[in-house]
């Protein structure tokens, strides 16, 4: 009996976590952008994989599956578009903006059930991972606060001069809508060019996001994702705000 054709994909060994990942235009087309399986979740690979326009994706009980899709889809800070409703939402609602001040209760959140899925990506190894990523200063977080209440916040992994968006969530209208304009504004006075938020959605698409090849978006990051940029916390600028003028698409 047929059960459809097999994929056979390259094997990471996870003994070798800074060995080069396969080239991402071998990944293939269906699904889109799997690229390779097995290796580690280690600070090492991890870093390895981002500078290299490739990031981990599987569920639990599957092996570690490492994907590079096509096309891919990025939001250039200076370009995330912060619309009148957004504006009257930062100017009204007293919300305070944090980087780096609660990691693991951002990736918790993100990590919890979600109206439109059933599970989750964001398994118990992943959290783990991004943790360590953490507290070696390569992932960071944006909170968004009512009061002493954690209500938004997204987080991702910085290499070089490129962030690299994971995962966000809401417990209140716009709140993650705030984080992502907080931490652009921050990005483009910072002078990093780009943000990898790999799928394009509509809402991200919404916000100034773009869909482009993958093999501009290799040639993009091959730069910036390399720069020395120094690992450690992130602090908001106090004098830095998303409805300071001219730092944005107008909308």
């Known amino acids: 009996m047929s059960h459809g054709p097999q994929i056979t994909l390259p094997w990471l060994d996870p003994e070798h976590p800074e060995a080069p990942f396969p080239d991402p235009a071998q990944a293939l087309r269906e699904p889109n952008g799997l690229l390779a399986a097995g290796g580690d979740l280690s600070v090492p690979r991890l870093l390895n994989a981002y500078r290299s326009g490739v990031f981990p994706w599987f569920e639990a009980g ?4 490492w994907w590079s899709p096509d096309p891919r889809a990025v939001l250039e800070p200076s370009r995330f578009r912060l619309h009148r409703s ?7 609602r007293g919300y305070t903006v944090s980087f780096d001040r609660a990691f693991e209760a ?15 990506w964001i398994t118990t190894s992943m959290q783990r991972a991004y943790i360590a990523l953490h507290r070696t200063g390569h992932a960071h977080s944006v ?8 209500i938004g ?14 995962s966000m969530f809401s417990r209140e209208r716009d709140a993650s809508k705030i984080a992502l304009a907080w931490l652009c504004r921050h990005l483009v006075a910072w002078g990093w060019p780009l943000v990898d938020v790999q799928m394009e959605t509509e809402h991200l698409l919404n916000l100034g996001a773009e869909a482009i090849p993958r093999g501009e978006f290799i040639a993009r990051i091959r730069e910036i994702a390399q720069e020395p940029v120094e690992p450690g916390p992130w602090r908001t600028d106090p004098t830095l705000s998303p409805l300071d003028k001219g730092w944005h698409s107008q909308t």
């Open 153 to 166: 916040g997204l987080y991702g992994v910085a290499v070089g001069r490129l962030f690299c968006g994971e």
């Open 86 to 92: 957004l504006k009257k939402a930062i100017r009204n």
């Open 106 to 120: 951002v990736i918790d959140a993100c990590a919890g059930p979600r109206d439109y899925a059933d599970g989750t």
């Open 62 to 65: 599957q092996p570690i599956l």
């Open 143 to 150: 909170e968004v606060w009512d009061g002493p209440r954690l």
